[in-house]
């Protein structure tokens, strides 16, 4: 079992950042990807960043330019630093990570979500 711990969520005014860490624990044997996703009220859950393990990043349009995924993996921690914060950002962000489990086998999982609110 892995377990994702999440924090730096909070409230924040438009053109503000806030850097999100998220640290894993657990049986595995290595990371393969951690990221974020964020899902905003009435909406699906959709991809923030993915980070894998060698440091190859992916981006959601909306957020290139302004935010930065980057990983520790001494710490096997992920941060996420978001700047020119918008009020479209605002959303419940969850960590998420793929972790091989087994010699033969991947699991993904997810943390508890992070409130992020930017106001206007």
């Known amino acids: 079992q892995v377990q994702l711990v999440e924090s730096g969520g909070g409230l924040v005014q438009a053109g503000g950042s806030l850097r999100l860490s998220c640290t894993a624990s657990?049986?595995?044997?290595?990371?393969?990807?951690m990221g974020w996703y964020r899902q905003a009220p009435g909406k699906e859950r959709e991809l923030v960043a993915l980070?894998?393990?060698?440091?190859?990043?992916n981006y959601a349009d909306s957020v290139k330019g302004r935010f930065t995924i980057s990983r520790d993996n001494a710490r096997n921690t992920v941060y996420l630093q978001m700047n020119s914060l918008e009020p479209e950002d605002t959303a419940v962000y969850y960590c998420?990570?793929?972790?091989?489990?087994?010699?033969?086998?991947?699991?993904?999982?997810w943390g508890q979500g992070t409130q992020v609110t930017v106001s206007s």
């Open positions: 998420y990570g793929r972790f091989a489990t087994s010699i033969t086998r991947s699991t993904d999982y």
């Open positions: 657990g049986r595995f044997f290595s990371s393969i990807a």
């Open positions: 980070i894998n393990s060698g440091g190859s990043t």
